[in-house]
C-alpha cells in the first residue's frame, strides 16, 4: 500500500461549524504533514508531525488544531473557519522523521469551502 | 531563507515533443534536494524526479530527465515524447538540510499537452 487517503474529498462548512479532516496511511511513515493550497498558488506548510509528535508549526491561526492518534492517522480539526479558509488541504508523509533528503508522498486532499 | 523560482507560468507542447521546463533557486546550503512534482486535475501531488546536490550525474526517470546547474543554481525539466497524461501543473522545489521539514515550491507551470 503506497497510498495516502483522505477524507472527505469535498467539505463545505459554515463558519459556526465543528468539522475534522482525516488523513491515513500505511506505509510505515514516521512523518507527516497538513499543507494548505489556494487556487492556482502552490502549497504552503502548515504542520509538520514526527514520531506522532508536533515538530512543525507554521503560525497557522488556532481555529485549526492538528491531532496525531497513532503513527498511521493524522487529523485536521477545524473551528470558527473564515472564508477566506477555503482551499485544497493537502497531506502527505514521509518515511522518516522528516529529513531533508526524504520523498513525500502526498494524497489527493480535501476541498474545503467556508461559507 | 530558500527561493525557488519558475520563469514560465503556462507553457504549451504538441504530444511527442519535447519540451523544457525552467527552475531556478536560491540557497546558502550546501546539503540539498531539489524535485519536480507534478499536479493533475486530479489535485494529487505526484513526485516526478528529485535530485540530490552532491550528485553531478543528472538524474533521469523514463521521459522525464533535469538539467542540474550547480553553480547557476539552475533546475530545469525536460520532457521527452510528451502524453496527454503529461498535461498539469509542474511545481519545482527545494528541501534543504537546515530547514529539513519545509519544502519549499516555487509558484508552477501549467503545462498544457495539445494532441
Known amino acids: 500500500d503506497t497510498e495516502v487517503t483522505q477524507t472527505p474529498k469535498h467539505l463545505v462548512m459554515g463558519m459556526t461549524n465543528k468539522k475534522s479532516l482525516k488523513c491515513e496511511q500505511h506505509?510505515?511513515?514516521?512523518?507527516m504533514y497538513w499543507y494548505k493550497q489556494k487556487a492556482k498558488k502552490p502549497p504552503e506548510l502548515m504542520f509538520v508531525?514526527?514520531?506522532?509528535?508536533?515538530?512543525i508549526n507554521e503560525s497557522v491561526p488556532s481555529r485549526f488544531s492538528p491531532e496525531c492518534p497513532n503513527s498511521s492517522l493524522l487529523n485536521l480539526h477545524l473551528h470558527a473557519l473564515q472564508p477566506e479558509d477555503s482551499a485544497l488541504y493537502l497531506c502527505?508523509?514521509?518515511?522518516?522523521?522528516?529529513?531533508?533528503?526524504?520523498?513525500?508522498?502526498f494524497g489527493s486532499g480535501t476541498q474545503l469551502s467556508v461559507l | 531563507a530558500q527561493t525557488v523560482t519558475q520563469s514560465q507560468p503556462e507553457m504549451s507542447v504538441q504530444e511527442a515533443e519535447t519540451v523544457t521546463l525552467s527552475c531556478t533557486y536560491d540557497?546558502?546550503?550546501?546539503?540539498?534536494?531539489l524535485f519536480w512534482y507534478k499536479q493533475p486535475p486530479s489535485r494529487q501531488m505526484i513526485l516526478v524526479i528529485r535530485?540530490?546536490?552532491?550528485?553531478?550525474q543528472n538524474a533521469t526517470e523514463n521521459r522525464f530527465s533535469v538539467n542540474f546547474q550547480k553553480a547557476a543554481k539552475s533546475f530545469s525539466l525536460k520532457i521527452s515524447d510528451s502524453q496527454l497524461g503529461d498535461t498539469a501543473m509542474y511545481f519545482c522545489?527545494?528541501?534543504?538540510?537546515?530547514?529539513?521539514?519545509?519544502?519549499?515550491f516555487g509558484k508552477g507551470t501549467k503545462l498544457t499537452v495539445n494532441p
Open positions: 502527505a508523509s514521509s518515511p522518516g522523521q522528516g529529513a531533508y533528503n526524504e520523498k513525500l508522498f
Open positions: 506505509m510505515g511513515h514516521r512523518a
Open positions: 508531525y514526527s514520531y506522532e509528535k508536533l515538530s
Open positions: 540557497t546558502s546550503e550546501s546539503n540539498y534536494y
Open positions: 535530485q540530490e546536490a552532491y550528485k553531478q
Open positions: 522545489a527545494f528541501r534543504g538540510e537546515g530547514g529539513s521539514e519545509k519544502l519549499v
